[in-house]
């Protein structure tokens, strides 16, 4: 074999070797799932991987002359914002997002391709179709845009505070309102709650339940504002103590706090009223037996009783002598809703009767159900013994009135006789016979 042989053998060989080699290229571009595509500088396509192709259902050998922006965005323009043609003018790698007619998102890179010399010879297109996480990422940020919204126009505070002293580290717009701030980040620049507990026992306590069974529900606390003014709030709190916060809700309860303060005092002046009242004042349940629910001093002795818990501990058909009559009392009373002066005779603890009258409306309660009677009852034994008496006493009246009317007529009777005999005696003669008849 001589020399031009051997020469065309390694030719042949070395020929052989780079098809391998391109081929193997080729296969490595292919299996790479990224779109990559190479372009002169009038943006037409030299080469194409199959990722590109598959992209827009082509194949590699027909794009290839034709400019990209014909299969990725309007044929007949490049695209906005162009990474690739960036490239070409600043000669370095430019990236950008870009988003194509049919919708897709892309991560597009442009890399600039020098020869030996140094000359630029194309760009190399690197797209990476990023739809999903795209679409993802624009999901989270209107889920995050909305809770963000529900976060900030909640109508309760919403906060994470320190655990050791109650810094606050995240706050919305109502919980910074609460305390006194215009804007959450005054608050958490300048809020610590610890240091504004009136009881810092109370902030002991919650945290120390916390810590043991990792919850506190609706726990209140009297808190001062920035201006030093004081309210009151209820909250409910988690501990994460691994991140060292607590997190939780909570609203003002001041003008509640207020609310019920008057209310008690109202309810006091109520009982105190209640309670000096000469007459008996009670709340019962209705039907045929019914339960007490309340019963005044005046209530428990009249009928015996030490204080209103024994009074509870029976029921108001017990002061019955015939039980069925509180059944009949309690249908009345429902059907007309009010009963007045409703005279009843009772029975004591001891069994001594009672004469009462009985004044009773009922109240309904908000399913507009009965749900109660309220009852005044007066003691009327001294005056029924009175009246009694009295009428006796008119009865005697009546008689002695017939008696005197009887003995009047009776004796304008006898003196007509008495004065006959009297002028009967004047005609008879005088002698000793006479006067014995007379």
Not at 269 to 292: E, H, Q, S
Not at 424 to 436: I, S
Request: hydrophobic share 35%; net charge negative; aromatic share 8%.
């Amino acid at each position: 074999m001589n020399d031009e042989s051997m020469t065309k053998e390694q030719l042949l060989d070395e020929l052989r070797a780079l098809r391998e080699s391109e081929a193997q290229k080729r296969a490595m571009l292919d299996g790479i799932t990224i779109n990559l595509a190479f372009v002169n500088e009038n943006l037409e396509i030299l080469w194409v991987n199959k990722a590109s192709a598959d992209s827009v259902n082509r194949n590699a050998d027909e794009m290839i002359g034709h400019k990209c922006h014909e299969f990725w965005g309007d044929p007949n323009a490049p695209c906005d914002g162009c990474p690739t043609a960036r490239a070409f003018k600043t000669k370095r790698t430019e990236q950008t997002i870009m988003h194509t007619p049919d919708g897709r998102v892309w991560d597009e890179k442009g890399e600039p391709v020098f020869d030996e010399k140094g000359e630029l010879i194309g760009v190399l297109e690197i797209a990476h179709d990023i739809t999903a996480r795209a679409r993802a990422e624009e999901a989270l940020r209107e889920s995050e845009e909305k809770y963000r919204h529900i976060f900030n126009n909640a109508q309760v505070g919403i906060f994470r505070t320190r655990i050791n002293d109650g810094k606050v580290l995240e706050c919305n717009d109502r919980f910074a309102r609460t305390y006194g701030y215009e804007t959450p980040e005054e608050c958490m620049a300048d809020f610590v709650v610890s240091e504004h507990y009136t009881d810092p026992g109370i902030r002991e306590k919650m945290v120390a339940t916390l810590m043991e069974k990792g919850e506190v529900d609706n726990q209140e606390a009297r808190i001062s504002r920035k201006d030093g003014e004081d309210v009151w709030v209820r909250f409910s709190a988690r501990v994460y103590p691994g991140k060292g916060y607590l997190e939780g809700v909570g609203y003002e309860i001041t003008e509640e706090k207020k609310a019920l303060k008057a209310l008690q005092e109202s309810e006091e002046r109520y009982r105190t009223l209640v309670d000096n009242l000469p007459v008996a004042v009670y709340r019962n349940t209705p039907g045929p037996k019914g339960a007490f629910l309340t019963a005044n001093p005046a209530f428990c002795k009249m009928f015996g009783f030490k204080n209103e818990e024994e009074v509870k501990k029976i029921a108001p058909a017990d002061l019955y002598e015939k039980p069925k009559e509180r059944e009949q009392y309690s249908d009345n009373l429902i059907e007309k809703g009010v009963v007045e002066n409703d005279e009843r005779t009772l029975m004591k603890r001891d069994g001594t009767p009672v004469h009462t009258s009985i004044t009773s409306r009922v109240v309904y309660g908000k399913d507009g159900e009965v749900s109660h009677f309220d009852s005044i009852m007066l003691d009327i034994t001294e005056q029924k013994r009175l009246a009694n008496q009295l009428q006796q006493a008119q009865k005697m009246e009546a008689v002695a009135t017939l008696a005197g009317g009887v003995a009047h007529e009776f004796n304008n009777a006898l003196m007509g006789i008495v004065g006959n005999l009297e002028l009967l005696k004047m005609d008879l003669p005088e002698d000793e016979g006479r006067d014995k008849y007379f």
